[in-house]
C-alpha cells in the first residue's frame, strides 16, 4: 500500500517553531519531487514549499520565505518541514504530497493528478 504519512503537528506560541515529517512507505521517496501544502478553514489549499526529488532546488511560498525549511533524506525515506517564528495565521491542516516531476513545484495541479498524498497534521499557533 502507498503511503504518506505526516506527523509532528500540533499547538505552539506565536515565535515558536515546529518541524512536520512526511514519511513513505510502501515505495520510495527518490523520484519524487515533494510538495507541503496548506489548508486554513474556509480558505483554498496553497503551497508553502517543495523539493526536487535530489534535494538541490526548493521554492517557498513568499509568506514563508526565511521561516520555513524543507529538507529531505531519501535514505530514511522522508521529508521534512522545519517551521521557525510561526504565526497565528500559519494555522492550517499540513499536507505533503508526491508526484514523479522533473522539477520541484507549488502547484496544487501538479500533485493532483497521478501524485500521493497524505492525511494532513494540524498545525496552530495561538497564545
Known amino acids: 500500500q502507498l503511503q504518506l504519512v505526516e506527523s509532528g503537528g500540533g499547538l505552539v506560541q506565536p515565535g515558536g517553531s515546529l518541524r512536520l515529517s512526511c514519511a513513505a512507505s510502501?515505495?520510495?521517496?527518490?523520484?519524487?519531487?515533494i510538495g507541503w501544502f496548506r489548508q486554513a478553514p474556509g480558505k483554498e489549499r496553497e503551497g508553502v514549499s517543495s523539493?526536487?526529488?535530489?534535494?538541490?532546488?526548493?521554492n517557498y511560498a513568499d509568506s514563508v520565505k526565511g521561516r520555513f525549511t524543507i529538507s529531505r533524506d531519501n535514505a530514511k525515506n522522508t521529508v521534512y518541514l522545519l517551521m521557525n517564528s510561526l504565526k497565528p495565521e500559519d494555522t492550517a491542516v499540513y499536507y505533503c504530497?508526491?508526484?514523479?516531476?522533473?522539477?520541484?513545484?507549488?502547484?496544487?495541479?501538479?500533485?493532483?493528478?497521478?501524485?500521493?498524498w497524505g492525511q494532513g497534521t494540524q498545525v496552530t499557533v495561538s497564545s
Open positions: 504530497a508526491a508526484a514523479p516531476l522533473r522539477a520541484e513545484s507549488l502547484w496544487y495541479s501538479d500533485y493532483a493528478s497521478g501524485g500521493h
Open positions: 510502501g515505495f520510495t521517496l527518490d523520484n519524487y519531487a
Open positions: 523539493i526536487n526529488k535530489y534535494g538541490s532546488s526548493t
